[in-house]
């Protein structure tokens, strides 16, 4: 009579030693086995075998993605059989040895993921399981779409690139059809579920030997690195190295088109928090910095993805230098909301205040207060800059004066300056970062702002000359002085609008059936471009923005808001924030505030505002 095939939430696991660092490894067996009448293929045979961490054998840790597969596959484990996933399957299936057992640690087997407590604990372990194993093997599934000759063909590539041999690099990238061949299968590599997954960045970063499978397939992780960085470095090498053998074509137009595109960015993500963790044996960045550069959007909406969005925060923590001051975690018992809303705290508490800036709205969920960053949603890069890279110091020298309190679980109070409410907003100004910028709307914003300035008493008064220059500091919500590509000046408003007139025309006469001499008319303005520099930075600048209002206070500072702002909302600083923020009364409680979001108030972004006489005020925001 066949065995029946049980559930992995029925195996029934030994308790770990949490004092002693204690994991499960699975005892993979070799090929050589007895033949079992449950099916016709040959099924896997293991045992969970428990070692100390630290003190055990060499072994394997898996790195791959649970994914959506629904199909499973039996795997014996003792004298019971279980469903597993078929990916697990597959993998294991390509590190079985053929007459020596391995050992192998891969999270869906050997964590009780039906125990909470005992997830916490183990996840807590992840990187130095993962910094511990002998190799960490990174499963992108089985063998589709030419992916074991792509990854054969970037073994060897490689293998040229780090032995300085481009001419061969080159000799292997020659003919259409061959490019074309290799930039379908690479889209199709990098789009893989693997690079996807957010738990794989601890996993792929942490690893001291690291090995990326596919299929039959494995190279080494420095073989596609050295392709990823040789590539992008393309347009500079074509002009040197390249140029005296007649390669500058191939280089431009062939290898760049076959190995970038939009589905590159998390591949080329999860490659730079490797190289970035392995350039910092101490690891100094704080959560904060961690979670931005991992989650947060820059110029594009890949966003990487987990089942359970706790591990939105789980999956990184360990790679954070300040990861001791988050110690409830990891907590599985803790819901969605109070996981974010705790580390939020924290990190406020610790001085990052501007991590308000990474509160954006609408939201699709309930449940998280307005003043903590909902994980779960698309979050882009703030328009006034991270932090770290921007100039700005909007609460001048009261950097250090912040106390936090948290009356109640969704309350926090700040101390704060409240600056103006807002008088007006004009219209909204979101472009879509996967598209052309829209000319005629970007010069509608800047009229916009323009209007508002010219209207502003505290411009009047202030003596501004330069009204045009005031624009363009406002419109593009940055701190741009230190930029040498260009002086932000009436002339440069006047060159922008004149640029932005120009671009909307030719888009519009080849939208209603441009002819050759447009296109040629096109290919002209597009070296005018590059060789004004900074018109072309500025204008990329506007299309990198989002959710953007222009706005006028009652006494007359102008600004831009998020898009959701309305008049009768205040501009406030929060003391040790560096840009102000967006508040708005509640309507049943005038003493207590929600977060609207950041704010660029022409004027005070470098601390012209908070004096040592200014009124300090306590915000609660909820």
């Given at each position: 009579m066949a065995q029946k095939i049980l559930s992995l939430r029925e195996l029934a696991y030994r308790p770990l030693a949490e004092d002693r660092h204690e994991v499960r490894l699975l005892q993979l067996k070799h090929k050589i086995h007895e033949p079992t009448p449950l099916i016709g293929d040959r099924i896997l045979c293991c045992e969970l075998i428990h070692v100390e961490r630290g003190l055990c054998q060499p072994y394997i840790a898996l790195s791959y993605s649970w994914g959506r597969n629904i199909d499973h596959a039996p795997l014996r484990i003792g004298d019971q059989h279980y469903h597993v996933n078929a990916t697990v399957d597959a993998a294991l299936r390509q590190l079985q040895s053929e007459d020596t057992d391995v050992l192998v640690w891969i999270d869906q087997i050997c964590i009780n993921q039906q125990d909470d407590v005992e997830k916490g604990h183990q996840v807590k372990q992840m990187k130095e399981i993962y910094s511990d194993a002998e190799t960490v093997v990174a499963w992108l599934g089985s063998t589709e779409n030419g992916s074991d000759r792509l990854l054969r063909h970037i073994g060897r590539i490689g293998n040229f690139i780090w032995a300085g041999e481009h001419q061969r690099v080159f000799a292997s990238h020659q003919g259409e059809e061959a490019l074309e061949a290799i930039g379908r299968a690479f889209r199709f590599l990098c789009e893989r579920e693997y690079w996807k997954r957010l738990w794989i960045m601890q996993e792929f970063a942490v690893a001291s030997r690291l090995r990326i499978a596919c299929g039959d397939v494995m190279i080494w992780d420095w073989q596609l690195q050295a392709v990823l960085v040789f590539v992008n470095r393309l347009p500079a090498k074509g002009q040197d190295i390249l140029a005296r053998e007649n390669a500058v074509e191939l280089l431009s137009r062939g290898m760049t088109r076959a190995y970038i595109s939009s589905a590159t960015s998390f591949t080329e993500g999860v490659f730079t928090r490797r190289a970035r963790y392995c350039s910092r044996k101490d690891n100094d960045d704080p959560l904060i910095r961690v979670l931005?550069?991992?989650?947060?959007?820059?110029?594009?909406?890949?966003?990487?993805?987990?089942?359970?969005?706790?591990?939105?925060?789980?999956?990184?923590?360990?790679?954070a230098s300040d990861r001791d001051d988050f110690g409830c975690f990891p907590d599985y018992t803790w819901s969605c909301e109070k996981v974010f809303r705790e580390a939020t705290l924290i990190m406020l508490r610790q001085g990052h205040v501007d991590l308000l800036a990474y509160c954006q709205f609408p939201r699709d969920?309930?449940?998280?207060?307005?003043?903590?960053?909902?994980?779960?949603?698309?979050?882009?890069?703030?328009?006034?800059?991270?932090?770290?890279?921007?100039?700005?110091?909007?609460?001048?020298?009261?950097?250090?004066?912040?106390?936090?309190?948290?009356?109640t679980a969704e309350t926090i109070v700040l101390q704060g300056v409240l600056v103006d409410t807002v008088e007006a907003c004009g219209d909204t100004w979101d472009p879509d970062w996967l598209e052309p910028i829209d000319h005629a709307a970007a010069r509608v914003y800047l009229e916009q702002i323009r209007g508002f300035c010219e209207n502003s008493p505290r411009l009047r008064a202030s003596g501004e000359t330069e009204i045009g220059a005031a624009c363009l500091y406002i419109a593009s919500c940055a701190d741009i002085p230190d930029d040498p590509l260009m002086e932000l000046t009436d002339k440069a408003y006047d060159a922008i609008l004149g640029r932005l007139d120009n671009l909307a025309v030719r888009t519009q006469t080849v939208e209603e059936g441009g002819n050759a001499d447009v296109h040629e008319g096109q290919d002209a303005l597009d070296h005018d471009l590059e060789s004004e520099n900074g018109v072309h930075w500025y204008i990329e600048r506007l299309r990198l923005l989002h959710s953007r209002r222009p706005f006028t206070s009652k006494t007359g500072f102008v600004g831009s808001v998020p898009q959701s702002a309305q008049p009768g909302d205040i501009v406030c600083i929060f003391l040790g924030g560096k840009i102000p923020y967006v508040i708005r009364r509640v309507e049943d409680d005038p003493e207590i505030y929600v977060l609207v979001g950041e704010a660029y108030v022409h004027g005070i972004m470098k601390g012209e505002f908070v004096r040592s006489d200014s009124e300090i005020v306590h915000i609660m925001l909820r």
């Open positions: 931005v550069t991992t989650l947060v959007l820059e110029h594009d909406c890949n966003q990487p993805l987990t089942t359970d969005p706790r591990d939105r925060i789980f999956s990184v923590l360990q790679l969920s309930l449940g998280v207060p307005t003043w903590v960053p909902d994980l779960r949603m698309r979050i882009l890069s703030p328009c006034t800059g991270h932090p770290w890279t921007n100039h700005f110091h909007a609460s001048g020298k009261a950097l250090s004066q912040q106390e936090i309190l948290s009356p």
